[in-house]
Protein backbone atom coordinates (compact mmCIF):
# COMPACT_ATOMS: atom_id res chain seq x y z
CA UNK A 1 0.00 0.00 0.00
CA UNK A 2 1.01 3.36 -0.57
CA UNK A 3 0.20 6.51 1.66
CA UNK A 4 -2.19 9.20 -0.46
CA UNK A 5 -2.72 12.76 0.82
CA UNK A 6 -5.38 15.11 -1.10
CA UNK A 7 -5.61 18.88 -1.50
CA UNK A 8 -7.29 21.47 -2.87
CA UNK A 9 -10.63 21.14 -1.94
CA UNK A 10 -12.88 23.98 -0.93
CA UNK A 11 -16.42 26.35 -1.77
CA UNK A 12 -16.87 26.87 -5.34
CA UNK A 13 -19.76 28.36 -7.15
CA UNK A 14 -21.58 26.84 -9.19
CA UNK A 15 -20.29 27.05 -13.13
CA UNK A 16 -16.73 27.48 -11.34
CA UNK A 17 -13.75 25.71 -11.57
CA UNK A 18 -11.52 23.72 -8.76
CA UNK A 19 -8.58 21.31 -8.87
CA UNK A 20 -7.50 19.05 -6.78
CA UNK A 21 -3.87 17.09 -6.12
CA UNK A 22 -3.68 13.83 -4.41
CA UNK A 23 -0.06 13.15 -3.60
CA UNK A 24 2.46 10.10 -2.44
CA UNK A 25 5.85 9.80 -1.61
CA UNK A 26 8.15 7.06 -2.47
CA UNK A 27 9.64 5.97 -5.67
CA UNK A 28 7.16 3.70 -7.55
CA UNK A 29 4.36 6.06 -8.41
CA UNK A 30 5.07 5.31 -11.70
CA UNK A 31 3.93 1.82 -11.02
CA UNK A 32 0.06 2.78 -9.97
CA UNK A 33 -2.87 3.36 -11.63
CA UNK A 34 -5.11 6.58 -10.18
CA UNK A 35 -8.50 6.95 -9.43
CA UNK A 36 -10.82 9.61 -7.86
CA UNK A 37 -13.89 8.55 -6.44
CA UNK A 38 -16.67 10.75 -4.43
CA UNK A 39 -19.38 10.45 -1.69
CA UNK A 40 -21.49 12.65 -1.18
CA UNK A 41 -24.08 12.30 1.82
CA UNK A 42 -26.54 9.38 2.06
CA UNK A 43 -25.46 8.19 -0.81
CA UNK A 44 -22.47 5.12 -2.41
CA UNK A 45 -19.41 5.62 -3.53
CA UNK A 46 -19.11 6.73 -6.97
CA UNK A 47 -16.37 6.48 -9.74
CA UNK A 48 -15.00 9.94 -11.09
CA UNK A 49 -12.07 9.55 -12.93
CA UNK A 50 -9.01 7.34 -13.33
CA UNK A 51 -5.68 7.20 -15.11
CA UNK A 52 -3.31 4.65 -15.97
CA UNK A 53 0.69 4.64 -15.20
CA UNK A 54 1.91 6.56 -18.02
CA UNK A 55 -1.48 8.82 -18.29
CA UNK A 56 -1.88 7.30 -21.86
CA UNK A 57 -5.20 5.93 -20.82
CA UNK A 58 -8.19 7.93 -18.86
CA UNK A 59 -11.51 6.75 -17.55
CA UNK A 60 -14.14 9.07 -16.70
CA UNK A 61 -17.50 8.50 -15.14
CA UNK A 62 -20.65 9.38 -17.03
CA UNK A 63 -21.66 12.44 -15.31
CA UNK A 64 -18.56 14.26 -15.47
CA UNK A 65 -17.30 13.67 -18.51
CA UNK A 66 -16.88 16.61 -20.45
CA UNK A 67 -15.97 18.81 -17.28
CA UNK A 68 -13.31 16.63 -15.33
CA UNK A 69 -10.19 16.27 -16.76
CA UNK A 70 -7.55 14.01 -14.79
CA UNK A 71 -4.06 13.52 -15.12
CA UNK A 72 -0.48 12.86 -13.81
CA UNK A 73 2.91 14.34 -12.93
CA UNK A 74 5.07 10.91 -12.32
CA UNK A 75 8.25 13.03 -11.81
CA UNK A 76 5.63 15.01 -8.95
CA UNK A 77 4.30 12.03 -7.76
CA UNK A 78 1.10 13.60 -7.73
CA UNK A 79 -2.25 13.24 -9.72
CA UNK A 80 -4.79 16.36 -10.84
CA UNK A 81 -8.61 16.50 -11.17
CA UNK A 82 -9.30 19.82 -12.92
CA UNK A 83 -13.06 19.98 -12.06
CA UNK A 84 -15.07 22.65 -14.74
CA UNK A 85 -18.09 24.26 -15.00
CA UNK A 86 -19.13 22.81 -11.49
CA UNK A 87 -22.79 21.53 -10.49
CA UNK A 88 -23.98 21.63 -7.25
CA UNK A 89 -24.55 18.24 -7.38
CA UNK A 90 -20.66 17.72 -8.04
CA UNK A 91 -20.89 18.07 -4.15
CA UNK A 92 -18.97 15.53 -2.36
CA UNK A 93 -15.95 13.90 -0.38
CA UNK A 94 -13.41 13.24 -3.43
CA UNK A 95 -11.22 10.78 -2.77
CA UNK A 96 -8.04 9.50 -4.19
CA UNK A 97 -7.06 5.74 -4.64
CA UNK A 98 -4.20 3.71 -6.13
CA UNK A 99 -3.84 0.43 -7.89
CA UNK A 100 -0.60 -1.17 -7.79
CA UNK A 101 -1.11 -4.37 -9.62
CA UNK A 102 -1.90 -4.82 -13.57
CA UNK A 103 -4.04 -4.64 -15.23
CA UNK A 104 -5.48 -1.42 -15.50
CA UNK A 105 -8.18 -1.15 -17.63
CA UNK A 106 -11.81 0.05 -17.72
CA UNK A 107 -12.60 -3.09 -15.83
CA UNK A 108 -10.40 -2.19 -13.29
CA UNK A 109 -10.75 1.78 -13.24
CA UNK A 110 -14.38 1.82 -12.21
CA UNK A 111 -14.21 -0.60 -9.22
CA UNK A 112 -13.78 0.87 -6.43
CA UNK A 113 -13.34 -2.74 -4.79
CA UNK A 114 -9.78 -2.91 -6.94
CA UNK A 115 -8.02 0.13 -5.56
CA UNK A 116 -5.66 -0.91 -2.63
CA UNK A 117 -4.85 2.36 -1.26
CA UNK A 118 -6.90 5.28 -0.34
CA UNK A 119 -6.54 8.88 0.75
CA UNK A 120 -8.61 10.32 3.46
CA UNK A 121 -10.77 12.45 1.30
CA UNK A 122 -10.99 16.29 0.33
CA UNK A 123 -14.42 18.39 0.77
CA UNK A 124 -15.83 19.92 -2.77
CA UNK A 125 -18.67 21.86 -1.87
CA UNK A 126 -20.33 23.72 -4.91
CA UNK A 127 -22.70 26.01 -4.01
CA UNK A 128 -26.44 27.47 -6.09
Known amino acids: QVQLVESGGGLVQAGGSLRVSCTTSGRTFSLYGMGWFRQAPGKEREFVAAVNWSGGSTYYGDSVKGRFTISRDNAKNTVYLQMNSLKPEDTAVYYC?????????????????????WGQGTQVTVSS
Open 97 to 117: AARKLLPFTSMQAYDSLKYDS
